[in-house]
């Protein structure tokens, strides 16, 4: 079977930020931030499985954008959670690291989905 690299990062990325949660839910005593962050982190790889089995491009392109919107909303909380000092910086830079790699394989799928299909979406 083909290498997905995509599915394989986004895997990853969804149990860094499993583990980050349970750090910042037990550690820091974070709720809210924390559980917006594990809720758009993990679905990103779960929109990701999603299109896989799309019934036709347009819903591949359609479940890839919402993917590449969840990781972007994952960016945000990221963000949130380093500015609000309940992440630091070296582990901020890490995991944004992966976040933004995620960001710009989706954005890359996407347009050349696009460009391939004469999508106009």
Do not use: P
Request: glycine share 2%; charged share 30%; hydrophobic share 40%.
């Amino acid at each position: 079977m083909k290498e997905n690299i995509v599915k394989e990062k986004s895997y990853a990325f969804a149990l860094r930020v499993i583990k980050a949660y349970k750090f910042l839910s037990n550690e820091h005593r974070e709720f809210v931030l924390s559980k917006q962050m594990l809720r758009s982190g993990t679905s990103i790889g779960a929109l990701i499985m999603e299109a896989e089995h799309a019934q036709s491009t347009a819903d591949f392109i359609n479940k890839m954008n919402i993917a590449l919107k969840e990781a972007n909303e994952t960016e945000y909380w990221l963000s949130l959670l380093k500015d609000s000092d309940y992440m630091d910086e070296k582990s901020f830079v890490s995991i944004h690291h992966d976040c933004d790699e995620l960001i710009r394989l989706l954005v890359s799928i996407v347009k050349t989905t696009k460009d391939k299909h004469g999508s106009k979406k």
